[in-house]
Structure formats: C-alpha cells, structure tokens
C-alpha cells in the first residue's frame, strides 16, 4: 500500500514556489469554487484492475451532483507514483488531491491544506480516531485517513499436505523447515515468497525484523540499525540460503509473486485483504487459508498499513471544491463500495460498522489489534522507506548488519 515521495526537506523548499504557481495538470478550467467552474486535479495509485473503474464511478456520481466542479482523474502504478508526483511538483503542476504515501515532507513544507480545513466536521468525526492520529505533523492532521490493511500469512494447502507439513506454521523455525518441504517438490514450487524488491522492500523487511522483536523507529528517531532487528534479518538469510524462497527474491517484487501464488506454485506468502479477491478472480478453485504471520517465538504481530488522501495548496483556493469531494467520497453509501471493491479496511466509523461482518475480511480484522505501524510521521521516514526500497534486496548477498547500517546512513541523510 504505502508508498513515499522523492522529495523531502530542502528538495521541497526549493519547488514549492513552483508548486503554488503552476497551472495544474493543463486543459480544462481552474477557477475557484465561488467564482464558477472548478477543475479538480487528482493523482491516484492503481491497487488493482478496478482501481480506475471504481473512482471514476466515484467521479461521475460526484460530477453529477455537483455540475460545476469536474475532477481529471490521473491514475499511476505504485513504482512510477513517487516519481510522476515529484516531477508534478517540480514542474508546476501540482495535484489537487493526492492519494499517496507520507505526508510528513509536503506538511513540513507548507504544500498542504490542514485536514480540518478540508472536510466538514461530520467527515472528520467519522473516521476512526486512531488512524486521525497517525496522519498529524506537529499535533495537527494534514492527511485523512484513507483505507487500512493488515498482513497475513496465505497458505497453499495442497502444497503444503504434498510436503508433508499437517499445520501452518507459527514460529520460524516451522516456517523455514515447511518452505524447504516445499521446495523441494520441485517443478517450479517455491516454499516462500518473498519480494525484496524495490516496489515494496520496507513491507517484507517490517515482516521480519518486528517479527523477531525488532522496530523502524519512531515520530522521533529511526533506528533501522538498531540491535533489535538482527534476528530478523538474519532469519532472512537463513530463509534464502536454505533454498527456501523463490531464486533471486532480492530483486522480485511482490505483485508479479503474488500472482505466483495465485497460479499455485508458491506454498506460502505474505498477503494483504485484496488478495482474497485476487484469488476469487484469476484462480477460485485454489486451496488456501490465512493464518497470522509467524514470529520468531509465535506471538501474534502483523504489518498495519493506512494510506491517505491530502489535499494541495495551488494557485487558485479550491477549498471549497475539495471539501464537498471528500465529503462525497467518504460517505457510506459512496465510501464502503470502493473500499469493498479494493478489498481493503475501512478508516471510517461508519465504514467498520457496515463491513464488520464480511468474510472476506474477518481474518485480517482479528490479526488488527496486534498491528505495528512504520512511523510515518517521522520526517525522516520518506528517506528511510526509498532507502529500503533501493537497499533492502541486497541482503540476499551482504551481511544483514552491513545492510541495515546501509539505510540507516541514508535515513540520516534524510
């Protein structure tokens, strides 16, 4: 889910200028909502084949409702996402709305609108107060809360009965003996999946290294080098030195393995609640459960993700026009269908309340209260999670001190 921007600090400082004056994404009129037609520029990631499909379904029932206001929807994958919004920002042409990663460098900077100032107190009331809570730089909320998800460990279990495992494993030690089970079937089967990839590195390290009692941090330090995570990057090693994984998971990255998964041919991988739909999709008749993530001793930890929405200060105050977009999107009737069709945990009281019963659902909602957060409002967070997504991989060939210290020095850089 969470991704991050290329910018940070001074990198920003020196673009928002441009950032305030630029003319937008080009085409169609801008002017603000009290003096006529509005133009709404949005930029969104893709997280599956629906994604577009689901907002502008959004867009043409908010369109219709408010004829004087027209959203130009920008939809981009996760890899080119960072990319595509620092050079919108460098070159003028800033979103209006942005569903993307930390928050904290736009905040820092003066490039975002305060949350309250977006949305109407109704809205605000709405979402879950311990989500408001993860999107605040300095004691005030400049992202909302967009959609949640946890982690779970997917597990095929013809494979796994092929290999001769009776149960899903709940300590590493289990794990790494039934993925070498696995593998050894042969035929392409890999035992377990795991993507160290740049498109998310810092979700499958979070996997691991708080597994083992590790940590990233917190709002007021990143500690990555710290002691704690060793055991869980040594568990990596051990994984993949035994031929436990898929070849070469340095560089692979999740989506492509997960569809790996799907086709049958790994026995275990860590997934997100959008997967079960993935799976009814491409190939409903696999065998699979979902269980809780293993740990280095079995105690419950699981991967808690939230993504946001925020809103651009541009040339032309579109406050107005941004409030009656949020406050349209996250009403239940409009908000609930996207989160559902996504896959994904509502951030709304309201929201929760209509999904709590959901199959689909239930077995990440149960693995919820044991989640762990990255702490994305630190400011030096956006360095320290592009620093794992472009360094994390080579711990499948270095010693896993010598990587952790690696991005430690580059969060420190900022």
Known sequence: MKKTHLLGGAAIAATAALALTGCGYGGGSSGNASGGATTLNMLVPSYSDKTQQNWQTVIKGFEKKYPDITVKLQVESWDNLQTVITTKIQGGQTPDIYNGGPFVGFASDGLLYKARDVVSSSTMSDFQDAFVKNEEYKGTPYALPFIASARALFVN???????????????????????????????????????????????????????????????????????????????????????????????????????????????????????????????????????????????????????????????????????????????????????????????TKSGATALDSEPDLKPFLEVLPSAKFYPSTNPKWDATDAAFKSLFGQIQSKPAKDVLDEIQAAADKG
Do not use: C, H
């Open 157 to 347: 279990n013809d494979l796994l009965k092929q290999a001769g495992v009776s149960t899903p494993p709940k300590t590493w030690d289990e794990e790494l003996d039934a993925a070498v089970k696995i593998s050894k079937l042969g035929n392409g089967v890999a035992g377990y999946g795991m993507p160290l990839g740049s498109e998310e590195a810092q979700a499958e390290a979070a996997v691991w290294l708080w597994g083992g009692g590790g940590t990233f941090g917190n709002a007021d330090k990143i500690m990555v080098s710290d002691p704690s995570n060793l055991p869980g990057g040594d568990q990596i090693k051990k994984m993949i030195d035994a031929g436990a994984t898929e070849k070469d998971p340095g560089s692979t990255n999740r989506t492509p393995l997960l569809d790996i998964f799907i086709q049958g041919k790994i026995g275990m991988q860590v997934g997100l609640p959008p997967t079960v739909g993935q799976i009814k999709e491409k190939n409903p008749s696999l065998n699979y459960s979902i269980v809780p993530i293993p740990t280095q001793d079995g105690s419950a930890m699981t991967l808690g993700v939230e993504d946001q929405l925020m809103a651009f200060k541009t040339k032309t105050d579109k406050k107005a026009a941004i409030q009656k977009f949020f406050d349209y999107f996250y009403s239940k009737d409009v908000y609930v269908p996207w989160v559902k069709s996504e896959g994904f945990l509502p951030v």
